[in-house]
């Protein structure tokens, strides 16, 4: 197998690649040092051992020419097995070399991508900025404006706050890429945090759904405020984005080990459900990455970047986390977006 830049290489999978070639290099001389010995344990017994044994003088020469002959078999299978060893150890480098220039012109890649993105977005904050600042300004005299130059002017401030919202998801997605764990941690009632993101939305974003909370008002985690606030906006402005009107979303919680709510859970459990088109599973292992979309949705209305799933991901798993989706990808269905924090108790338990 061999890999290019369009194979996404992890750290982890190259120490993993490093380890099994290292492990391969080991293998490779045993045989040959146990054929060697073997050989020369067949030439001491046709020098030394046969004098020693009571047999006939024409046994012992038939017994010693034998072992010459077996040994003179294992020194040639020896030889021919170090040079397949040889032939198989070249093999291994040059696959190892292939696995690290690989994982190094993806590096290379990203880099240039990610300060391509950084300049590119940098330019558009401030043209974005000054015209979002005249709309702005020119909203507060549209009471002298006619009904369709109203029109015109509210869409116009809603499109340039789209794209102000564009330019910051990808100056985000680049900051949490070199992101290792996250900033001030607290513990944080998830039943308000919840509330909170719902409410922070618009009632033209949700009044099309049925939205349900099923958090015990006690159940904490041990999380960045920010980033858990962030990670629940983005997964329930997908469901309002992909889900047809009528839908049903539901937000639950739960400690992962099965513990009381008085005890300290290790883990817990939130998920973003809903019954919407579903994903289809061969596409589910690139949901996370950078830029991904489903093919249904490059055609389709829904805008967006493939960014959130990315940032949310990564997020959590810079709070001691991780993220998935849970989907069969049939109509209907819809999906379940969960993560895991580090979980603690919300009220000390009774004595």
Same mark, same amino acid.
Request: hydrophobic share 45%; net charge neutral.
């Given at each position: 197998m061999q890999f290019s830049t369009d194979t996404p290489l992890t750290k982890e999978q190259l120490l993993y690649e490093r380890q099994q070639q290292r492990r391969a290099a080991q293998r490779l001389p045993y045989v040959s040092f146990l054929l060697i010995h073997l050989a020369l344990a067949f030439f001491l017994g046709a020098f030394f051992l046969v004098d020693h044994l009571s047999l006939a003088p024409s046994s012992k020469i038939l017994l010693r020419i034998g072992l010459i002959a077996g040994a003179t078999l294992l020194l040639s299978a020896a030889w021919a097995h170090a040079v397949l060893s040889s032939r198989r150890f070249k093999r291994a480098l040059v696959r190892w070399h292939q696995v690290e220039v690989a994982y190094e012109q993806q590096e290379r890649y990203n880099r240039l991508k990610d300060q391509f993105l950084i300049h590119v977005s940098h330019e558009l904050r401030t043209p974005l900025t000054e015209l979002s600042?005249?709309? +702005? %300004?020119?909203?507060?005299?549209?009471?002298? /404006? $006619? =009904?369709?130059?109203?029109?015109?002017?509210?869409? #116009?401030?809603?499109?340039?706050? +789209? %794209?102000?919202?564009?330019?910051?998801?990808? /100056? $985000? =997605?680049?900051?949490?890429?070199?992101?290792?764990? #996250?900033?001030?941690?607290?513990?944080?009632?998830?039943?308000?945090?919840?509330?909170?993101?719902? =409410?922070?939305?618009?009632?033209?974003e949700t009044y099309a759904y049925t939205i349900t909370v099923d958090i015990p008002d006690n159940l904490c985690v041990w999380a960045n405020k920010q980033y858990l606030h962030q990670i629940l906006r983005n997964l329930l402005s997908n469901a309002f984005k992909y889900c047809p009107p009528g839908a049903v979303i539901g937000i639950t919680a739960a400690p992962a080990e099965g513990v009381s709510l008085q005890e300290t859970a290790r883990f817990v459990?939130?998920?973003?459900?809903?019954?919407?088109?579903?994903?289809?599973?061969?596409?589910?292992?690139?949901?996370?990455?950078?830029?991904?979309?489903?093919?249904?949705?490059?055609?389709?209305?829904?805008?967006?970047?493939?960014?959130?799933?990315?940032?949310?991901?990564?997020?959590?798993?810079?709070?001691?986390?991780?993220?998935?989706?849970?989907?069969?990808?049939?109509?209907?269905?819809?999906?379940?977006?969960?993560?895991?924090?580090?979980?603690?108790?919300?009220?000390?338990?009774?004595?």
């Amino acid at each position: 197998m061999q890999f290019s830049t369009d194979t996404p290489l992890t750290k982890e999978q190259l120490l993993y690649e490093r380890q099994q070639q290292r492990r391969a290099a080991q293998r490779l001389p045993y045989v040959s040092f146990l054929l060697i010995h073997l050989a020369l344990a067949f030439f001491l017994g046709a020098f030394f051992l046969v004098d020693h044994l009571s047999l006939a003088p024409s046994s012992k020469i038939l017994l010693r020419i034998g072992l010459i002959a077996g040994a003179t078999l294992l020194l040639s299978a020896a030889w021919a097995h170090a040079v397949l060893s040889s032939r198989r150890f070249k093999r291994a480098l040059v696959r190892w070399h292939q696995v690290e220039v690989a994982y190094e012109q993806q590096e290379r890649y990203n880099r240039l991508k990610d300060q391509f993105l950084i300049h590119v977005s940098h330019e558009l904050r401030t043209p974005l900025t000054e015209l979002s600042g005249f709309l +702005e %300004l020119l909203s507060m005299y549209k009471d002298g /404006l $006619d =009904a369709t130059t109203q029109t015109f002017l509210h869409n #116009a401030l809603e499109s340039c706050s +789209e %794209l102000v919202q564009l330019v910051n998801t990808i /100056l $985000d =997605a680049i900051d949490v890429s070199s992101m290792s764990k #996250a900033g001030q941690c607290d513990s944080l009632a998830l039943a308000q945090i919840a509330h909170n993101v719902l =409410a922070s939305f618009s009632a033209r974003e949700t009044y099309a759904y049925t939205i349900t909370v099923d958090i015990p008002d006690n159940l904490c985690v041990w999380a960045n405020k920010q980033y858990l606030h962030q990670i629940l906006r983005n997964l329930l402005s997908n469901a309002f984005k992909y889900c047809p009107p009528g839908a049903v979303i539901g937000i639950t919680a739960a400690p992962a080990e099965g513990v009381s709510l008085q005890e300290t859970a290790r883990f817990v459990w939130i998920c973003v459900q809903d019954n919407g088109p579903g994903i289809p599973p061969a596409e589910q292992r690139l949901l996370f990455q950078r830029f991904v979309r489903l093919q249904r949705d490059m055609s389709g209305s829904v805008r967006g970047m493939g960014l959130g799933l990315y940032i949310s991901k990564q997020l959590a798993e810079a709070m001691g986390g991780r993220m998935w989706v849970e989907s069969a990808g049939n109509p209907g269905e819809g999906s379940r977006f969960c993560f895991i924090l580090p979980g603690v108790p919300r009220t000390p338990p009774v004595p």
